[in-house]
C-alpha cells in the first residue's frame, strides 16, 4: 500500500514563526502535492512538483514556499506565520502525470494552529 | 477555477438507506474521482470513472457520468455508520486535481 507520512498530526505555532511542514512517500511517485483545508472552502492546492527540485504553484502560494530535495520528500515552508494560515495542511501523491489516472494518495493530515 | 460542486452540502440518513450525491463541474474532463475523507484525517481514494464510461461500480458504491450535463453522482447502498464521512469529487487536470467542498453524509444506526 501507498503510504504518504506527514511529520506532525497537530502543531501550534506562534505568529512570525517560520513553520516546516514534512511529507514522506515510499512508493516512488513522481508528483507530490500540498493542499489546505478550510471549512466551507474545501481543498485548496497551494502548490505541487512534478520532480526533484522543481515546483509549480497552486492555486493559493502566496505565503508559503516549498523544497524537494529528494524524491520522497517534499515540505512546505510558512516563512513567516500569520494567523490567516491556521488550517489543516494536506499532503499528496501520485504516480507520472497520466498513469495511473492521477489518482493522489494523502497523508494524514496536519493541522496548524498560528498563535 | 475548474472546482466541482457538491449537492447536498450534508445528507444524514439512517443504516440500511442509500445515499446519493451529485457532482457539477464546469468544463470538459478526462476523468472524474470520488474521494472519501473521515473526520480529521486525509483523503482516501474510492473509484475513478473515465470520461468516456457512463456507469461505474465498486463493491457497494455505484458511480454514473453525465458528460453532456457536466454531472456525476455517487450512489452507496446499504449504508453503514462507518459510512459517515465526507464526500468529495475531484475533476483531473493535466497534473492536478480540483476538489469540490464535499458532502457530508452522516449515516445514523
Known amino acids: 500500500d501507498v503510504k504518504v507520512t506527514q511529520s506532525s498530526r497537530y502543531l501550534v505555532k506562534r505568529t512570525g514563526e517560520k513553520v516546516f511542514l514534512e511529507c514522506v512517500q515510499d512508493m516512488d511517485h513522481e508528483n507530490m502535492f500540498w493542499y489546505r483545508q478550510d471549512p466551507g472552502l474545501g481543498l485548496r492546492l497551494i502548490y505541487f512538483?512534478?520532480?526533484?527540485?522543481?515546483?509549480e504553484k497552486g492555486d493559493i502560494p502566496e505565503g508559503y514556499s516549498v523544497s524537494r530535495e529528494k524524491k520522497e520528500r517534499f515540505s512546505l515552508i510558512l516563512e513567516s506565520a500569520s494567523t490567516n494560515q491556521t488550517s489543516m495542511y494536506l499532503c499528496?501523491?501520485?504516480?507520472?502525470?497520466?498513469?495511473?489516472?492521477?489518482?493522489?494518495?494523502f497523508g494524514a493530515g496536519t493541522r496548524l494552529s498560528v498563535l | 477555477s475548474q472546482q466541482g460542486e457538491e449537492d447536498p452540502q450534508a445528507l444524514s440518513i439512517q443504516e440500511g438507506e442509500n445515499a446519493t450525491m451529485n457532482c457539477s463541474y464546469k468544463?470538459?474532463?478526462?476523468?472524474l474521482q470520488w474521494y472519501r475523507q473521515n473526520s480529521g484525517r486525509g483523503l482516501v481514494h474510492l473509484i475513478l470513472?473515465?470520461?468516456?464510461?457512463r456507469e461505474k461500480h465498486s463493491g457497494r458504491l455505484r458511480v454514473t457520468l453525465d458528460t453532456s450535463k457536466k454531472s456525476s453522482s455517487l450512489l452507496i447502498t446499504a449504508s453503514r455508520a462507518a459510512d459517515t464521512a465526507s464526500y468529495f469529487c475531484?475533476?483531473?487536470?493535466?497534473?492536478?486535481?480540483?476538489f469540490g467542498k464535499g458532502t457530508m453524509l452522516l449515516v445514523s444506526p
Open positions: 512538483s512534478y520532480d526533484v527540485k522543481m515546483k
Open positions: 468544463t470538459s474532463i478526462n476523468n
Open positions: 470513472i473515465r470520461s468516456n464510461e
Open positions: 475531484a475533476t483531473v487536470g493535466y497534473s492536478t486535481l480540483t
Open positions: 499528496a501523491s501520485s504516480p507520472r502525470t497520466g498513469r495511473g489516472g492521477n489518482i493522489q494518495y
